[in-house]
C-alpha cells in the first residue's frame, strides 16, 4: 500500500483516475449539443441559450472574477453560474441592449394563444410553450407540441428589431426592413398557398418597413413614406383597399394621409395620422 501511494504521488494520479487528477470541471455541464428535440413536457432543456461562437474582444482571455464590463468576455463559464458573462459591452449603463450585470436585456416580449416569444438586447428571438400551432417556427421535423425551454426560431436572422404577434401566428421585422413570419398562416398570411409556415419566412411582398401590427388573421406595416399596407384575411374589409378579398400580397389601405402609427387586431384597424387625426376600418362592431 505504501509503494501504490508513493507511485500515485509520482505520478500525479490515483489507480480508478484514469484521467488524471480531477480539475473540478464538469465539460459534460458546459456542452450543448443544441438538438432540436425535446425530451417532452417538463424535461430540462440545458440548451437553451443560442449564444454562437464566443469571442473575447481583448487581447488576453477574461479569467478572474467580478470583471463584468471589462468589455471582455469569460468564455470558461456556464450560463447557470453567477459570473456567466452572456455579453459585456465594457460599460456600466444599465438601459442598453447588455446590462450592468453583464446579461442581455428582454427587448420586447409577445404572448400567442398558448407560447411566449421574446427579443432579446443581442436582436435574437427565442420562444416557449405550445408548438403544435408551429408558433416557435423550430421546422416541420419537430413534432413535439410543447417544449420546456427556450427555443430559437429555426433560420431566423439575428438582426430583428420588433416582433408582434397574433394569437397563433407572429412577424418579426428586421433591421433593414424586410419580414419574416412563422405560424399558422391561412387565410394568405403567408403571402402564398401555404396554410403553416413551420419556421420563419420572408413574406416577399414586404420591403423598407419601419413598424408592423399583426393580428388574429392579418397583418400590416408602416414605411417610411408613411403608408400603410396590409395582406391577409379581410372579412370585414380590415385590409382598408374597399374590398372583402383575401390578400396574399399587401394593399395600401385607402384615404389616408401620411401615418405615424398603426395597429390591428381581430377584425379591425387604426392609424394616427401626422396631423394627430385617427382613422379607423374594419369591423365597427361593439362602438369600435
Same mark, same amino acid.
Given at each position: 500500500?505504501? /509503494? *501504490? ?18 480539475? =473540478? @470541471?464538469?465539460?459534460?455541464? #458546459?456542452? &450543448? ?19 454562437? +461562437?464566443?469571442?473575447?474582444? =481583448?487581447? @488576453?482571455?477574461?479569467?478572474? $472574477?467580478?470583471? %463584468? ?5 469569460? +468564455?470558461?463559464?456556464? $450560463? ?28 420586447? *416580449? #409577445?404572448?400567442?394563444?398558448?407560447? !411566449?416569444?421574446?427579443? *432579446? ?8 410553450? @405550445? ?10 421535423? /419537430? ?9 430559437? +426560431? ?16 407572429? %412577424?418579426?421585422?428586421?433591421? &433593414?426592413?424586410?419580414?419574416? %413570419? ?5 387565410? =394568405? ?10 419556421? $420563419? /419566412? ?38 382598408? &383597399? ?12 385607402? =384615404? ?5 402609427? *398603426? ?11 401626422? !396631423? ?13
Amino acid at each position: 500500500m505504501r /509503494q *501504490m501511494l508513493i507511485l500515485c504521488l509520482f505520478v500525479g494520479g490515483c489507480p480508478g483516475d484514469i484521467n488524471g487528477p480531477d480539475t =473540478g @470541471f464538469d465539460a459534460s455541464a #458546459v456542452s &450543448d449539443s443544441g438538438h432540436p428535440s425535446d425530451a417532452g413536457v417538463g424535461s430540462s432543456d440545458v440548451g437553451v441559450w443560442d449564444l454562437g +461562437p464566443v469571442a473575447d474582444a =481583448g487581447e @488576453f482571455v477574461d479569467a478572474g $472574477p467580478q470583471r %463584468c464590463g471589462d468589455a471582455r468576455l469569460r +468564455p470558461d463559464r456556464h $450560463p447557470t453560474d453567477s459570473d456567466y458573462e452572456e455579453c459585456d459591452d465594457g460599460n456600466a449603463l444599465n438601459d442598453d441592449a447588455c446590462t450592468n450585470s453583464c446579461r442581455y436585456r428582454v427587448i420586447q *416580449m #409577445v404572448t400567442l394563444n398558448r407560447s !411566449t416569444c421574446a427579443l *432579446m438586447g443581442n436582436r435574437r428571438v427565442y420562444c416557449r410553450g @405550445f408548438n403544435g400551432d408551429r408558433s416557435l417556427g423550430l421546422g416541420d421535423n /419537430q413534432r413535439a407540441r410543447f417544449i420546456d425551454g427556450w427555443r430559437r +426560431p429555426k433560420g431566423l436572422a439575428t438582426d430583428v428589431v420588433q416582433l408582434e404577434s397574433g394569437r397563433e401566428w407572429l %412577424c418579426a421585422r428586421h433591421q &433593414d426592413g424586410r419580414v419574416s %413570419c412563422w405560424g399558422l398562416a391561412g387565410f =394568405g398570411r403567408s403571402g402564398s398557398d401555404e396554410s403553416v409556415l413551420y419556421q $420563419p /419566412q420572408e413574406i416577399t411582398a414586404v420591403s423598407g418597413a419601419t413598424d408592423i401590427a399583426v393580428g388574429t388573421h392579418a397583418a400590416c406595416y408602416l414605411n417610411a413614406q408613411g403608408e400603410v399596407h396590409c395582406w391577409g384575411r379581410n372579412r370585414y374589409g380590415e385590409l382598408g &383597399d374597399n374590398s372583402k378579398e383575401t390578400r396574399f400580397t399587401p394593399v395600401r389601405v385607402q =384615404g389616408l394621409g401620411a401615418v405615424v402609427a *398603426m395597429d390591428i387586431e381581430q377584425y379591425s384597424a387604426c392609424a394616427v395620422t401626422q !396631423t394627430g387625426e385617427v382613422w379607423c376600418w374594419g369591423s365597427a362592431g361593439s362602438w369600435r
